[in-house]
Nanobody
C-alpha cells in the first residue's frame, strides 16, 4: 500500500502565499505522475497541477503563473508553491500519485500499479 501525507494548509489573506507538501511512503517501486487537486464546497474535485517523474508540469488555467509544482524523486515528495492567493483558491487540496508498488511473492518480485490520494489539507483564503 502507498500512503500520501499532506501538510502546509491553513488560513491566509488574499495576495499572500502558502506552500503545500506531500510525502509518499510504502512499498513503492516507482512513482510516475504526482499532482495536486482541489475541491471547493459544492464543487467537483479539479486538477490543479501535475508533474511527471521527468519534471514535465501542467497547470490548470486558473493557477498558471501563480502556482508552481515541484518534486523530489529521491525523497518521494511533491510540493505546491501557491503565490498571489485568491479567495476562489479556497478548497481542500489533495495530493495524488500513481506508479508501481513492489512485493516479494514466493521469491518473485511482483510489480503492481497504484493510484493513491492523500487525506486532504484545507486552504482558506480570506478577502
Amino acid at each position: 500500500q502507498v500512503q500520501l501525507v499532506e501538510s502546509g494548509g491553513g488560513l491566509v489573506q488574499a495576495g499572500r502565499s502558502l506552500r503545500l507538501s506531500c510525502a509518499a511512503s510504502g512499498s513503492i517501486f516507482s512513482i510516475n505522475a504526482m499532482g495536486w487537486y482541489r475541491q471547493a464546497p459544492g464543487k467537483q474535485r479539479e486538477l490543479v497541477a501535475t508533474i511527471t517523474s521527468g519534471g514535465t508540469t501542467s497547470y490548470a488555467d486558473s493557477v498558471k503563473g501563480r502556482f508552481t509544482i515541484s518534486r523530489d524523486n529521491a525523497k518521494k515528495t511533491v510540493s505546491l508553491q501557491m503565490n498571489s492567493l485568491r479567495p476562489e483558491d479556497t478548497a481542500v487540496y489533495y495530493c495524488h500519485a500513481d506508479g508501481l508498488t513492489t512485493a516479494q511473492v514466493l521469491g518473485v518480485t511482483r510489480l503492481d500499479p497504484f493510484g493513491s490520494w492523500g487525506q486532504g489539507t484545507q486552504v482558506t483564503v480570506s478577502a
